[in-house]
T-cell receptor
Framework: EAGVAQSPRYKIIEKRQSVAFWCNPISGHATLYWYQQILGQGPKLLIQFQNNGVVDDSQLPKDRFSAERLKGVDSTLKIQPAKLEDSAVYLC??????????????FGPGTRLTVL | KQEVTQIPAALSVPEGENLVLNCSFTDSAIYNLQWFRQDPGKGLTSLLLIQSSQREQTSGRLNASLDKSSGRSTLYIAASQPGDSATYLCAVRPIQGAQKLVFGQGTRLTINP
């Protein structure tokens, strides 16, 4: 079974530039998550999708971050414009469903973003 | 608000030793608790998931316990090997609120040959 795919694996940009990350979840997984992990900290949820609908985006900085999952499968996360404090690893995860709370999340390899 | 704490932040032990990593959480109303491993520059690999009704889970040399009433979990690693060197993260899934995973900051483990 293929795992969660993410691209690119690494990205270096200058502040005020824009960047986009892509995630393809495990086939059949209805729930998709984007996390931000700053160096030395645990991951923090940015946004959770159930199929193509947003379940939770309470910690997403909406003035600069946006995410979409138009067909309920793969997803993109965009930052525009980037700030120095956005330097982090962006992790995508998926689960069969997030509704019951019992479903295990599977994580992709992450995209390491460096903002100069 | 659920908070998860892992102590110590870093641990270094000689190869072959048994060791325990600790995780504590402030709200016992959880669906489950999950232990992850993260290698440098890599994503998270799930090691063990303990449902709220369970007391422990075992996989190979790993054993995770859960004491929900006291808000504590431990990850026991037997006969440690250099390949076990990584950061270990625990996360809980709260019943209340958005039910999103809440992570600790991790314990960086180094096994010395």
């Amino acid at each position: 079974e293929a795992g969660v795919a993410q691209s690119p694996r690494y990205k270096i940009i200058e502040k005020r530039q824009s960047v986009a990350f892509w995630c393809n979840p495990i086939s059949g997984h209805a729930t998709l998550y984007w996390y931000q992990q700053i160096l030395g900290q645990g991951p923090k949820l940015l946004i959770q999708f159930q199929n193509n609908g947003v379940v939770d985006d309470s910690q997403l900085p909406k003035d600069r971050f946006s995410a979409e999952r138009l067909k309920g499968v793969d997803s993109t996360l965009k930052i525009q414009p980037a700030k120095l404090e956005d330097s982090a690893v962006y992790l995508c995860a998926s689960s069969l469903t997030g509704l019951t709370g019992f479903n295990e999340q599977f994580f992709g390899p992450g995209t390491r973003l460096t903002v100069l | 608000k659920q908070e998860v704490t892992q102590i110590p932040a870093a641990l270094s032990v000689p190869e072959g030793e048994n060791l325990v990593l600790n995780c504590s959480f402030t709200d016992s109303a959880i669906y489950n608790l999950q232990w992850f491993r993260q290698d440098p520059g890599k994503g998270l690999t799930s090691l063990l998931l303990i449902q709220s009704s369970q007391r422990e889970q075992t996989s190979g040399r790993l054993n995770a316990s859960l004491d929900k009433s006291s808000g504590r979990s431990t990850l026991y690693i037997a006969a440690s090997q250099p390949g076990d060197s990584a950061t270990y993260l625990c996360a809980v899934r709260p019943i209340q609120g958005a039910q999103k995973l809440v992570f600790g900051q991790g314990t960086r483990l180094t096994i010395n040959p």
